[in-house]
């Protein structure tokens, strides 16, 4: 009888102290959410100050800084393809106070099996996306065809002799033209260069035939006349090219190939401080301001969305592109 009633006190006690755990959990999340954060936010933009990335990031922590109380400041860390700034956060404390600002290389790059000091899933928790940045199918003075198609069979008629140009191997324009050639069964030549701005000079000077270019670089071209737009790679038309038809339309079934640009933090990030800043980035995504400030760089504002939905991306595009890495044997050297 004593060892029967001693056994049912344990009981109860062990049911107090899990209900008592159990409401201690629960307070701790909005309490965590509400106290973050207690220090500056750097967000890591491991590409050059003034291009996409930056802009975006820039944007992002101008509004973030007013919702949180917190200074946000913007830190570039280049090199690397952007390895050394996804380095940098990837070695932060999971706090939430350092974030990554980065884009579809980082997919790219784990595709390729890029030697890296982290790795993309193991080490990063997604946050929010932020914008696309469609790339635009731009043909030079070098040819002139007036649609995909005509390029499609300018290509078949010279195996090997048409070429494209990048802004290197593995970046999101070299992805773009390895799908291109893969879902038309097309030989094309590609010519690696050292940054955008020099594929697109060396197109304007006729001594490549076209590219996937970002539409930040594209578009003045395109407006001066320069170079003529084929197609967005873009699952949906581009706003500051409404006239100009997607991949798909213009005759390239399943190819999209948008730029994405999203926030990551450090792998370990608590759930609450992740769903406090996923709900700020959808407050700043909605407002006029920024999507206008993303539209005049050539981006497309996110739609509201969550941490989940952002991993989901991330493993789809990962998956897609190691898929056209292995299928197109797409080597870095």
Same mark, same amino acid.
């Given at each position: 009888?004593?060892?029967?009633?001693?056994?049912?006190?344990?009981?109860?006690?062990?049911?107090?102290?899990?209900?008592?755990?159990?409401?201690?959990?629960?307070?701790? &999340?909005?309490?965590?959410?509400?106290?973050?954060?207690?220090?500056?936010?750097?967000?890591?933009?491991?590409?050059?100050? &003034? !291009?996409?990335?930056?802009?975006?990031?820039?944007?992002?922590?101008?509004?973030?800084?007013?919702?949180?109380?917190?200074?946000?400041?913007?830190?570039?860390?280049? #090199?690397?393809? #952007?390895?050394?700034?996804?380095?940098?956060?990837?070695?932060?404390?999971?706090? #939430?106070?350092?974030?990554?600002?980065?884009?579809?290389?980082?997919?790219?790059?784990?595709?390729?099996?890029?030697?890296?000091? =982290?790795?993309?899933?193991?080490?990063?928790?997604?946050?929010?996306?932020?914008?696309?940045?469609?790339?635009?199918?731009?043909?030079?003075?070098?040819?002139?065809?007036?649609?995909?198609?005509?390029?499609?069979?300018?290509?078949? *008629?010279?195996? !090997?002799?048409?070429?494209?140009?990048?802004? &290197?191997?593995?970046?999101?324009?070299? =992805?773009? &033209?390895? $799908?291109?050639?893969?879902?038309?069964?097309?030989?094309?030549?590609?010519?690696?260069?050292?940054?955008?701005?020099?594929?697109?000079?060396?197109?304007?000077?006729?001594?490549?035939?076209?590219?996937?270019?970002?539409? *930040?670089?594209?578009?003045?071209?395109?407006?001066?006349?320069?170079?003529?737009?084929?197609?967005?790679?873009?699952?949906?038309?581009?706003?500051? $090219?409404?006239?100009?038809?997607?991949?798909?339309?213009?005759?390239?079934?399943?190819?999209?190939?948008?730029?994405?640009? #999203?926030?990551?933090?450090?792998?370990?990030?608590?759930?609450?401080?992740?769903?406090?800043?996923?709900?700020?980035?959808?407050?700043? $995504?909605?407002?006029?301001?920024?999507?206008?400030?993303?539209?005049?760089?050539?981006?497309?504002?996110?739609?509201?969305?969550?941490?989940?939905?952002?991993?989901?991306?991330?493993?789809?595009?990962?998956?897609?592109?190691?898929?056209?890495?292995?299928?197109?044997?797409?080597?870095?050297?």
């Amino acid at each position: 009888m004593i060892h029967k009633k001693f056994n049912q006190l344990n009981r109860r006690k062990l049911l107090v102290q899990g209900g008592s755990a159990l409401l201690a959990g629960w307070a701790t &999340g909005p309490t965590l959410a509400q106290a973050y954060p207690t220090k500056v936010i750097r967000i890591v933009v491991p590409w050059p100050g &003034g !291009g996409l990335v930056d802009v975006a990031a820039r944007k992002m922590a101008s509004h973030l800084q007013s919702a949180l109380g917190q200074p946000v400041i913007v830190e570039n860390k280049v #090199g690397a393809g #952007g390895s050394i700034g996804a380095a940098v956060v990837a070695n932060a404390p999971p706090d #939430g106070h350092t974030l990554l600002l980065s884009t579809s290389a980082l997919t790219m790059n784990a595709a390729l099996k890029t030697k890296t000091t =982290f790795d993309l899933l193991r080490d990063f928790d997604p946050v929010s996306l932020v914008a696309y940045a469609p790339s635009v199918l731009v043909v030079g003075p070098a040819i002139n065809p007036g649609s995909v198609e005509e390029l499609v069979s300018l290509a078949r *008629a010279k195996p !090997g002799g048409l070429s494209y140009g990048t802004a &290197g191997v593995g970046s999101p324009a070299h =992805f773009a &033209g390895e $799908l291109f050639k893969a879902l038309r069964s097309l030989y094309i030549v590609h010519i690696p260069y050292t940054g955008a701005p020099a594929a697109m000079n060396d197109q304007l000077a006729g001594r490549v035939d076209f590219q996937f270019a970002n539409a *930040a670089v594209a578009l003045p071209q395109i407006r001066s006349g320069k170079v003529k737009a084929l197609a967005v790679t873009s699952a949906k038309r581009f706003s500051a $090219l409404p006239d100009v038809p997607t991949m798909i339309e213009a005759g390239v079934p399943t190819f999209e190939a948008d730029q994405w640009l #999203g926030i990551l933090a450090p792998k370990g990030v608590a759930k609450a401080v992740t769903e406090r800043l996923v709900n700020e980035c959808n407050k700043a $995504l909605a407002t006029e301001d920024v999507r206008a400030a993303l539209a005049k760089a050539g981006m497309t504002a996110a739609a509201p969305g969550t941490a989940e939905g952002f991993d989901t991306t991330l493993r789809a595009e990962l998956k897609k592109w190691s898929d056209l890495v292995k299928s197109a044997n797409i080597k870095t050297d």
